[in-house]
């Protein structure tokens, strides 16, 4: 099966209906914040995450695909990039962006298999 950036993946664990509000993020190398809101829409699946004190003030937009595993016991999400890479994306501002469909392109391009870390996504 092929696997979309706004999707999970078949491996990650995620059940729909499962409210991941207040699951804290961890980046390959460390966390970046928690999770302040997300949607389990098909095709249109997303993280919001509040960085806190990480990137002070900022919400980052994560796609479902970047999702490696959810953890329900510690209330734990990992994705498979680094908080560099997470950080280097494309600012997201929530009255902006969260239904902005150029946005979204942006975001696919940068966390896809043609954007600079050539993500596994098809």
Partial sequence: MTEHVWSYKSTSGHLAG???T???VEAVDGCIGTVDK???EVGDAYLVVDT???IFGKEVLLP???VISID????TIHVERT???IKGSPEFHREEHLGDAGYREQLAF???PAGPFGGPFA
């Fill in 18 to 20: 499962t409210d991941l």
């Fill in 22 to 24: 207040g699951y804290k």
């Fill in 38 to 40: 997300h949607s389990d």
């Fill in 52 to 54: 806190g004190v990480w």
């Fill in 64 to 66: 479902a695909g970047t």
């Fill in 72 to 75: 329900p016991e510690p209330r």
């Fill in 83 to 85: 908080k560099e890479q």
């Fill in 110 to 112: 940068y966390y896809g």
